[in-house]
């Protein structure tokens, strides 16, 4: 009989400690897209939810609960041989594994931060959908963000050109009613917030400016960042300005000059400080002037983080006084692959001025497009070959400090992650 307790009382205590022994990315959810399929990665095992290939051209995102999934597709297979490519917006829940169209034809869908509701795009027409229905908000509208609060957006009027030069582009804020259907005007609930200079200026770089994106809000939700691009993609390609604004429309400011490479500034997690790479001339003139910054609000304080003969090719924040960096010697450009520098993750440390390489990847291999999970306290990163490799590239996880690393998920493209808060 003794014999039987002890055994129980081993069983009891093991089977807590052997459920907390299970990794702590296992908590974390990942969307992701693979040869053309969505799919799910959750408790360890990956799972194909879609099961046509198509085309992506935003990346899936989690819904605030992390109960649904959103994606676009492009279908490879057109319903006749006159029809237009279109996008197709979709949400699957997790649990009940429905897939739902949101609509046949829409661009740049994204999730409501504080309920199940999507907005999207059709033309220049913005919508809303509670997921039985969409309504149409508001017309003339570029690219936009919703306000934390989930009552409204921002968003922005391109500049034009006529023939007495370049109109000035001009920032919106659209509120929602509380029953969508009662939505009946397109005008009732838009404000202006600033009209933006139609030309820029930081140090001796000047730009025409014509369209404002990447819209984010701080963590207090008082200033939002967001970038300002020239009139043509040839001329974004190597110049455009990160700015600043008060989520009321006050204290605009022009922080940087920075490129479009996918590399957007972000916020850190409690403070108002605005991380970014600055620098203009696109990665193809060479691997230099690419410079992590940080700007500090409301004093516009910016520090440069980036130490000389050193590029910048990604970042993320850690926590308030820390952020990860994807850096390379400053280099010249070369058209074969093999002869590009291949970046490593270094961890800067804002208020001990200390930086340190925290990973070491194989020969002619490069460490890109760090982010940190800080519900699971993970650092995660792309390993691929090549910065213009986009379909051979695998997503790697390590410990904060960079040790114990490991191979997460394979041949993986975009991706979004949902972890419960702590």
């Known amino acids: ?82 029809a237009d490519s279109h996008s197709e ?60 609060d989930g009552r409204s957006f921002i968003t922005a009027s391109s ?33 202006q917030l600033f009209t933006i200079p139609n030309e820029l200026k930081k140090g001796n770089v000047n730009m025409v400016a014509s369209h404002p994106w990447d819209f984010h809000f701080s963590s207090d939700g008082y200033w939002v960042s967001f970038i300002v691009s020239p009139p043509t993609a040839s001329w974004a390609m190597d110049s455009n300005m990160v700015c600043v604004i008060g989520a009321d429309g006050q204290n605009f400011a022009v922080l940087d000059e920075t490129i479009n490479e996918g590399n957007s500034p972000k916020w850190a997690y409690s403070q108002n400080l605005l991380g970014y790479i600055a620098g203009g001339g696109r990665i193809v003139l060479g691997f230099k002037n690419k410079d992590m910054k940080i700007t500090e609000m409301p004093v516009f304080k910016s520090t440069t983080l980036t130490p000389a003969h050193f590029a910048e090719m990604g970042f993320t924040w850690k926590d308030d006084n820390s952020l990860y960096v994807s850096r390379v010697k400053e280099t010249d450009w070369s058209n074969e692959a093999k002869k590009r520098p291949d970046p490593s993750l270094f961890m800067i440390k804002i208020k001990e001025q200390t930086q340190s390489q925290i990973t070491h990847p194989p020969k002619d291999f490069g460490d890109y497009q760090p ?48 972890a419960e808060k702590k």
Do not use: C
């Open 1 to 82: 009989m003794k014999k039987y307790f002890w055994i129980l009382i081993v069983l009891i205590l093991l089977v807590p400690n052997m459920a907390h022994a299970a990794p702590i990315e296992n908590k974390v959810k990942v969307a992701f897209y693979r040869d053309g399929f969505v799919w799910l990665k959750m408790n360890g095992k990956e799972t194909r939810i879609t099961k046509e290939p198509s085309e992506h051209s935003y990346q899936p995102q989690w819904s605030h609960d992390g109960k649904w999934i959103l994606y676009q597709i492009e279908p490879r297979k057109k319903p006749n041989s006159n």
């Open 89 to 148: 917006i979709w949400i699957y829940n997790v649990d009940t594994k429905k897939h739902i169209r949101i609509t046949n034809d829409g661009t740049n869908p994204k999730w409501s931060p504080v309920e199940n509701i999507v907005a999207f795009k059709n033309g220049w027409v913005l919508n809303v959908s509670n997921l039985e229905h969409f309504y149409n908000i508001a017309l003339g509208v570029g690219d936009y963000n919703w306000y934390p």
């Open 159 to 191: 500049a034009s050109l006529r023939p007495d030069g370049w109109t000035n582009p001009i920032l919106f804020k659209i509120g929602l009613e509380k029953d969508l259907a009662k939505m009946t005007s397109f005008t009732k609930n838009v404000k």
């Open 371 to 418: 982010q940190f999970i800080p519900e699971a306290n993970k650092l995660t990163w792309l390993r691929k070959r090549d910065i213009a490799d986009f379909h051979k590239q695998d997503l790697w996880i390590s410990d904060s400090n960079g040790q114990n690393e490991k191979l997460w998920i394979k041949n993986i493209q975009t991706y979004d992650f949902f």
